[in-house]
């Protein structure tokens, strides 16, 4: 397999740590508000990823975090008059809720950041015996000055970072780009007992002491959205390689894998822009597969010009080919000279042109082509298994809807969550969208 690698800026055969056991981390979402479309671009990609790797290597762990301790978190809980646990399980239910939609299978694991606080105490320590933080008032801060290769990814040169900077440097920072590992709380925010006082981490260390601890470092491939580049990646980089006392970032992860972003009329899609679409918008028109092949139909490091339009091709496209997408999940999928259109996922992923491969594969005479539809489910439908559910199933379901929706009309909140909880075992994931209940099993 061939991925470009941020890191070496080239694309480059894909040579596994270990062959055995294929080892990923991309950075997953904070779990504060809700997320747009353009947010599950990072967590699709991950997804196609560690698919197209489990259909070639025996053994695949892909990781990918859940941030549920974070200023923006804190506030949120204020604004919302709710407790944090409360809020970031409200919005990590409805970023799995989504994610289910949109055929994205769980990571192996989900790990979160809370649950690593002693680690993350333990990182920073190993830091500061190291010299490579420092303490000014209950705050730890890593020394990027410590690390001559900081900045290495995003290709910034410390010095022309320094020169270049026009921000206030705040006055407990020895440099400019010098960033928090541990921070103190105050009263009434979050926080735990660490040799620096009550605190809580900061963002970065998060990634870096997850991922060592979830997969072991080096590990083979690290990826996250454009945007992660710098500073977040950039300082776990120079976390890890200080904890490990090396400058060679490969010592962290050996491939880096970053893709574009969501365009809407020309620019990002971005909250902080005020044009974002939620997938809820979307689910009234269109099914979570035919987004999903919207979001494929560009290569994963191109940004995506979004329109009504391309959904629209999207969904005729599906719509086309979905009566030819039956009765395929007794055939594994194939990443080899037996499928081309899983030779086009080897080349960096190339969805786009495995698209037109596929279809073109429908249009003609081939009549030997099992094959090439169960990969093409397995990566544009997110699973080669077929859903094809029971008509009585079907019924039971949407019995069990009504009943719910009833129950909670008549404010019998706790009916309506036995209900909920039913559904959830029969692996009935349902979304509340304008009045209406989608479900997806
Ligand atoms: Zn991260």
Known sequence: MKLYNSLTKTKEDFVPIDKEH???YFCGPTVYNKLHVGNFRAALVGDLLSKVLKGIYPKVTYVSNITDIDDKIIAASVEANMSIDELTNKYFQQYIDDSSLLGISAPDIQPFATDFIPSMISFIEVLLDKDAAYEVNGNVLFDTTKFPQYGVLSDRKLEEQIKGSRIKVESYKKNSNDFILWKPSLDNEPGWESPWGIGRPGWHLECSVMSQETLSVPFDIHGGGNDLKFPHHDNEI?????????EDPTAFAKYWIHNGFLNLQNEKMSKSEGNVIYLEDLLTDFKGNEIRLALLSSHYRQPIPWSQTLLTQS??????????????????????????????????????????????????DDQNIDREIATYKYIFEGSNQDNSISAEEIKLIEQLIIQRNQARK??????????????????????????????TK
């Open 238 to 246: 120079a976390q890890t390689c200080g904890f490990h006392g090396t």
């Open 315 to 364: 969904a005729s496209i599906r719509k086309k080919i979905c009566s030819k997408l039956q009765n395929f999940d007794h055939i594994e999928p194939a990443f080899h000279r037996s499928s081309k259109v899983g030779e086009c996922l080897l080349d960096d992923l190339n969805t786009p042109l495995a698209l037109s491969v596929f279809q073109e594969k429908l249009a003609s």
């Open 22 to 24: 294929i080892r990923i």
């Open 410 to 439: 008549n404010g019998n909140y706790e009916e309506a969550d036995k209900i909920r909880d039913k559904l959830d075992k029969m692996k009935v994931s349902i979304k509340d969208i304008g009045g209406k209940t989608e479900w």
